[in-house]
């Protein structure tokens, strides 16, 4: 019979090898959880084992009462009726108006709309989808070069993992028991920073070689001060959602309530007003949308609890932080070889299932590396508490499951994008993601170097 430890690590190689074979992850997660229980349990009769799949009914039902999961379809509903309003259409024609005269202006708007539609959304996946959607055409009719066009897009698209409400954040929180406010505090700066990161890399681009982009053209002022008209009640929702959930003005739950209400309503009177935006029709086709994409999270997040119960009676976590206790390795450098496994890992799994399985085996290490439960920040390893330390590393974590949604060979985002334009070959695009991907590692080692970066607001804030 092979030792616990033994078992968890060979649960934990077929369940990435079932991830490779593009099972579902809930499903997944529920195979290796429950096999890998049933292997643990061959020493003891069956009938010790149905009590154990007995609790699954109450594990489900905690999953899905859990009230800080409830913002979750709430942040999924308001994605969807956004987009179903063409809120993200004016979103980008509005930003468009405003930067069209500056050269590579249009693909700035990209951007910059990518982050104000991830605030709403929460998934990069889906903001991917729906800019490349609304900005590709506009951009490829423009004549900006196929790889700048569709480069932008599939980098602009992981803003939506980490720009506030976050669906991640929210899941991240809950794994190691942190406030939900404080990380959405804390994901404001290194947000904007990405925003500002990536038009920089547009400017740098078009200014070294323009022939990536054509000459600005200004639009038309009847239709600049059209879509600036409509670009207002936009960034007026959208930034009420991020600055107030930012600066703690409201939790995660009523602002996902009120933001839900607020975009239906504004929705249905542009319908009303100009004959676009939401109607009965589309509000049905975003409900039905939501049903489905939550129901796979609530499978995912009942398969990671399924699975953590495995590897909980392994002990691979515990083993794996006390390895790391008395192991001598610098602190600094694990927590660096954590991050490019986040990196690979992105490449190929979707970023919830990723913070489900990883971060219950990194952050009991990163606790043991730190000096323990009640170490200070005088005395810690990182320099800083432990409640900081889960602020910091879980920002960080988000950044580089980012880099693994664009990264070669296998980035999710490009996928997407590459869908969307098929005229366009795989290695264009991932040729046009390279200068944002050097971008996110210089914001990476920003954040290594200044964790005050992330930790600024949650400190002004909290006192």
């Given at each position: 019979?092979?030792?616990?430890?033994?078992?968890?690590?060979?649960?934990?190689?077929?369940?990435?090898?079932?991830?490779?074979?593009?099972?579902?992850?809930?499903?997944?997660?529920?195979?290796?959880?429950?096999?890998?229980?049933?292997?643990?349990?061959?020493?003891?009769?069956?009938v010790r084992f149905v009590p154990y799949l007995r609790q699954f009914k109450s594990l489900l039902w905690g999953n899905v009462a859990n009230y800080d999961l409830s913002v979750v379809p709430l942040f999924v509903l308001m994605g969807y009726i956004a987009a179903e309003a063409r809120l993200s259409s004016d979103l980008f024609k509005g930003l468009e108006a405003l930067l069209s005269r500056l050269r590579g202006g249009v693909a700035m708007a990209a951007v910059a709309a990518c982050g104000g539609f991830g605030a709403v959304c929460g998934s990069s996946l889906a903001t991917a989808a729906t800019m490349g959607k609304v900005a590709l055409p506009e951009l490829r009719n423009?004549?900006?070069?196929?790889?700048?066009?569709?480069?932008?897009?599939?980098?602009?698209?992981?803003?939506?993992?980490?720009?506030?409400?976050?669906?991640?954040?929210?899941?991240?929180?809950?794994?190691?028991?942190?406030?939900?406010?404080?990380?959405?505090?804390?994901?404001?700066?290194?947000?904007?920073?990405?925003?500002?990161?990536?038009?920089?890399?547009?400017?740098?681009?078009?200014?070294?070689?323009?022939?990536?982009?054509?000459?600005?053209?200004?639009?038309?002022?009847?239709?600049?001060?059209?879509?600036?008209?409509?670009?207002?009640?936009?960034?007026?929702?959208?930034?009420?959602?991020?600055?107030?959930?930012?600066?703690?003005?409201?939790?995660?739950?009523?602002?996902?309530?009120?933001?839900?209400?607020?975009?239906?309503?504004?929705?249905?009177?542009?319908?009303?007003?100009?004959?676009?935006?939401?109607?009965?029709?589309?509000?049905?086709?975003?409900?039905?949308?939501?049903?489905?994409?939550?129901?796979?999270?609530?499978?995912?997040?009942?398969?990671?609890?399924?699975?953590?119960?495995?590897?909980?009676?392994?002990?691979?976590?515990?083993?794996?932080?006390?390895?790391?206790?008395?192991?001598?390795?610098?602190?600094?450098?694990?927590?660096?070889?954590?991050?490019?496994?986040?990196?690979?890992?992105?490449?190929?799994?979707?970023?919830?299932?990723?913070?489900?399985?990883?971060?219950?085996?990194?952050?009991?290490?990163?606790?043991?590396?730190?000096?323990?439960?009640?170490?200070?920040?005088?005395?810690?390893?990182?320099?800083?508490?432990?409640?900081?330390?889960?602020?910091?590393?879980?920002?960080?974590?988000?950044?580089?499951?980012?880099?693994?949604?664009?990264?070669?060979?296998?980035?999710?985002?490009?996928?997407?994008?590459?869908?969307?334009?098929?005229?366009?070959?795989?290695?264009?695009?991932?040729?046009?993601?390279?200068?944002?991907?050097?971008?996110?590692?210089?914001?990476?080692?920003?954040?290594?170097?200044?964790?005050?970066?992330?930790?600024?607001?949650?400190?002004?804030?909290?006192?």
């Amino acid at each position: 019979m092979l030792d616990p430890i033994t078992i968890g690590i060979l649960g934990l190689v077929v369940l990435f090898a079932l991830l490779l074979l593009r099972m579902p992850v809930g499903i997944a997660m529920i195979v290796v959880g429950i096999g890998g229980t049933w292997v643990l349990s061959l020493s003891v009769p069956f009938v010790r084992f149905v009590p154990y799949l007995r609790q699954f009914k109450s594990l489900l039902w905690g999953n899905v009462a859990n009230y800080d999961l409830s913002v979750v379809p709430l942040f999924v509903l308001m994605g969807y009726i956004a987009a179903e309003a063409r809120l993200s259409s004016d979103l980008f024609k509005g930003l468009e108006a405003l930067l069209s005269r500056l050269r590579g202006g249009v693909a700035m708007a990209a951007v910059a709309a990518c982050g104000g539609f991830g605030a709403v959304c929460g998934s990069s996946l889906a903001t991917a989808a729906t800019m490349g959607k609304v900005a590709l055409p506009e951009l490829r009719n423009l004549g900006y070069a196929p790889r700048l066009a569709a480069g932008a897009l599939a980098a602009g698209g992981t803003l939506g993992i980490l720009i506030p409400p976050s669906v991640a954040l929210v899941i991240y929180a809950i794994i190691v028991e942190g406030s939900i406010l404080k990380m959405f505090q804390a994901a404001v700066v290194p947000g904007l920073l990405a925003v500002l990161g990536f038009i920089l890399v547009i400017a740098v681009q078009v200014r070294l070689n323009p022939s990536l982009a054509p000459e600005p053209k200004p639009m038309p002022a009847d239709e600049r001060r059209v879509a600036i008209r409509r670009l207002i009640p936009v960034i007026a929702i959208f930034g009420a959602i991020i600055l107030g959930l930012g600066f703690g003005l409201f939790t995660p739950t009523p602002a996902a309530s009120i933001g839900v209400f607020v975009i239906a309503v504004y929705g249905f009177v542009l319908r009303w007003r100009t004959g676009e935006g939401l109607n009965l029709a589309g509000l049905m086709r975003a409900v039905r949308a939501t049903a489905i994409t939550a129901g796979m999270i609530y499978l995912i997040l009942f398969g990671a609890e399924v699975l953590k119960g495995f590897f909980t009676r392994t002990g691979l976590p515990q083993a794996l932080s006390d390895w790391a206790a008395v192991s001598g390795l610098d602190p600094m450098l694990v927590l660096i070889i954590m991050l490019v496994i986040f990196v690979i890992l992105g490449c190929f799994m979707e970023s919830l299932a990723m913070i489900l399985v990883v971060v219950p085996f990194f952050w009991p290490t990163l606790i043991a590396l730190n000096g323990g439960d009640y170490v200070t920040a005088e005395t810690a390893a990182f320099g800083m508490d432990n409640d900081s330390l889960k602020i910091w590393f879980g920002i960080l974590a988000l950044i580089v499951v980012e880099l693994g949604l664009i990264t070669p060979p296998v980035g999710l985002n490009v996928f997407i994008i590459s869908s969307l334009t098929r005229d366009t070959p795989m290695s264009t695009v991932f040729r046009g993601v390279l200068p944002f991907l050097g971008a996110e590692v210089i914001r990476v080692a920003l954040i290594l170097m200044l964790p005050a970066l992330t930790l600024i607001v949650p400190r002004l804030i909290g006192g």
